[in-house]
């Protein structure tokens, strides 16, 4: 999926594509609220193939009935080829492997404090989540994710003027408290870049 695609999901672009592929993945993290991820899954496999089934035996009485040769309903998609090709496959293997090792030397250098401010930015937002961690499970942040996700493109796209300003006034006054901090706390002053 391109971004391009991916961008025109989360803007609601296409309402019935968009609507279908929240709604059905807000009931999987709904469902893995109430039953396991083996459950839900053999779940959704036993209804899938129930339909399938079901549609392919109504194919088949339609055709006794209508005397007619049609073939099997499901031909154009068991034709299709559904394996990944090795480009494919080290194309996304190489674009993890280069975010991943990307993440493990920020991840160096914030506990090795190459960096002091970067370090207690970054402890600060480890006891934040300390906190956040206390008050829901990571589904229920999930979910609060994919409402978010698909909800605040378009609210701030109808509402940019707006948010834009209030925005700017919380970033200014929170760049005045991170400047009054670091003018008063020893060794805090950022190196110039």
């Known amino acids: 999926m391109d971004a391009k695609r991916v961008v025109d999901l989360l803007y609601w672009r296409d309402v019935k594509t968009t609507g279908v592929v929240f709604s059905a993945?807000?009931?999987?993290l709904l469902s893995l609220t109430v039953c396991s991820?083996?459950?839900v899954s053999s779940y959704i496999g036993l209804a899938l193939l129930s339909?399938?089934?079901c549609f392919r035996i109504y194919k088949g009485i339609l055709q006794a009935i209508q005397k007619s040769d049609e073939g099997h309903p499901f031909k154009q998609y068991l034709d299709r080829d559904v394996g990944l090709s090795e480009d494919m496959v080290h194309k996304y293997s190489d674009i993890v492997l280069a975010k991943l090792n990307k993440t493990i030397v920020e991840l160096r250098r914030l506990f090795l404090v190459e960096d002091l401010v970067d370090s207690i930015k970054f402890a600060v937002l480890m006891w934040i989540l300390t906190y956040i961690g206390a008050l829901f499970n990571g589904l229920t942040l999930l979910i609060l994710g994919l409402?978010?996700?698909?909800s605040c493109p378009i609210v701030y796209e109808k509402h940019q003027a707006q948010i834009d300003h209030y925005l700017g006034?919380?970033?200014?006054?929170i760049k005045d408290v991170v400047g009054k901090i670091?003018?008063?706390?020893?060794?805090m002053k950022r190196k110039t870049e």
Not at 25 to 28: F, I
Not at 169 to 173: A, G, I, K, S, T
Not at 182 to 187: I, L, N, R, S, T
């Open 25 to 28: 993945t807000l009931l999987l």
């Open 37 to 39: 991820i083996v459950s």
């Open 51 to 53: 339909v399938t089934i």
């Open 147 to 150: 409402v978010g996700v698909f």
């Open 169 to 173: 006034l919380v970033n200014n006054q």
């Open 182 to 187: 670091q003018a008063k706390v020893p060794g």
